[in-house]
């Protein structure tokens, strides 16, 4: 009886696909909406046929967070001989012009992980530089995503006039797309909307407003060569 054991034994060695059943059979990928599946097939360091119990998963996630437009990935073996890639991609959040005249999407952390089309409806920041990471161009100076967050959350009536927004140091010009331009400090952008609005509505012919000082509103017309 023994004998015949260790015959069955050596035939389901030899003569059975167990390559088949401890190899990748399937490569699942999730979560990803701009990020085309094959392109994240032909990046992995394995693929389907490999072995699946080897494969380096750790190496698949370094591998697809060199790509800016990744925020964040999970490479995870799936019982049986399956593979499930888990994507987040980072969000199109402001258009940022850099120094160069190139315009990029910025997501909420300031990555620049995309170039964005020049004829868009929306703020353009300018006035800021980025610097080369790990994980893509950022922002080199964060505090930058502060005042951007407050202009893009400004009541609506007031963000679809906005055409760019240039920052120089902690001030800011404003570029409404019917006028005028508007010189701010950056820490007024939370609550002076509203006394911003009054003011152009007192004031119709202005080309150019400086409201950085506390209770001052320092006219330009446009109705004069000044």
Same mark, same amino acid.
């Given at each position: 009886?023994?004998? !015949?054991?260790?015959?069955?034994?050596?035939?389901?060695?030899?003569?059975?696909?167990?390559?088949?059943?401890?190899?990748?059979?399937?490569?699942?990928?999730?979560?990803?909406?701009?990020?085309?599946?094959?392109?994240?097939?032909?990046?992995?360091?394995?693929?389907?046929?490999?072995? !699946?119990?080897?494969?380096?998963?750790?190496?698949?996630? *370094?591998?697809?967070?060199?790509?800016?437009?990744?925020?964040?990935?999970?490479?995870?073996?799936?019982?049986?001989?399956?593979?499930?890639?888990?994507?987040?991609?980072?969000?199109? !959040?402001?258009?940022?012009?850099?120094? $160069?005249?190139?315009?990029?999407?910025?997501? $909420?952390?300031?990555?620049?992980?995309?170039?964005?089309?020049?004829?868009?409806?929306?703020?353009?920041?300018?006035?800021?530089?980025?610097?080369?990471?790990?994980?893509?161009? *950022?922002?080199?100076?964060?505090?930058?995503?502060?005042?951007?967050?407050?202009?893009?959350?400004?009541?609506?009536?007031?963000?679809? *006039?906005?055409?760019?927004?240039?920052?120089?140091?902690?001030?800011?010009?404003?570029?409404?797309? $019917?006028?005028?331009?508007?010189?701010?400090?950056?820490?007024?952008?939370?609550?002076?909307?509203?006394? !911003?609005?009054?003011?152009?509505?007192?004031?119709?012919?202005?080309?150019?407003?400086?409201?950085?000082?506390?209770?001052?509103?320092?006219?330009?017309?446009?109705?004069?060569?000044?």
């Amino acid at each position: 009886m023994r004998r !015949w054991i260790l015959v069955l034994a050596l035939v389901g060695i030899f003569f059975l696909p167990w390559r088949e059943y401890i190899a990748i059979r399937e490569i699942v990928v999730e979560g990803g909406e701009r990020i085309q599946t094959d392109r994240v097939l032909q990046r992995l360091p394995f693929q389907r046929g490999a072995p !699946w119990w080897t494969a380096d998963l750790a190496a698949a996630e *370094r591998l697809l967070l060199e790509w800016p437009e990744v925020k964040a990935v999970r490479v995870q073996r799936v019982w049986w001989g399956g593979i499930r890639v888990l994507l987040q991609e980072r969000e199109p !959040w402001a258009m940022v012009r850099l120094p $160069d005249g190139t315009l990029h999407w910025s997501d $909420d952390e300031g990555f620049l992980f995309a170039r964005a089309p020049a004829m868009l409806f929306g703020p353009v920041f300018s006035g800021v530089e980025a610097t080369p990471t790990e994980r893509g161009l *950022r922002l080199a100076d964060p505090f930058y995503l502060v005042p951007m967050r407050a202009i893009l959350q400004a009541p609506g009536r007031f963000l679809h *006039r906005i055409s760019s927004v240039r920052f120089a140091g902690r001030e800011a010009v404003i570029s409404l797309r $019917d006028g005028p331009e508007l010189w701010v400090s950056v820490y007024d952008l939370y609550r002076a909307w509203e006394r !911003w609005e009054a003011i152009m509505a007192a004031l119709p012919h202005a080309r150019a407003l400086d409201l950085r000082w506390s209770g001052i509103a320092i006219v330009r017309s446009g109705r004069t060569n000044e």
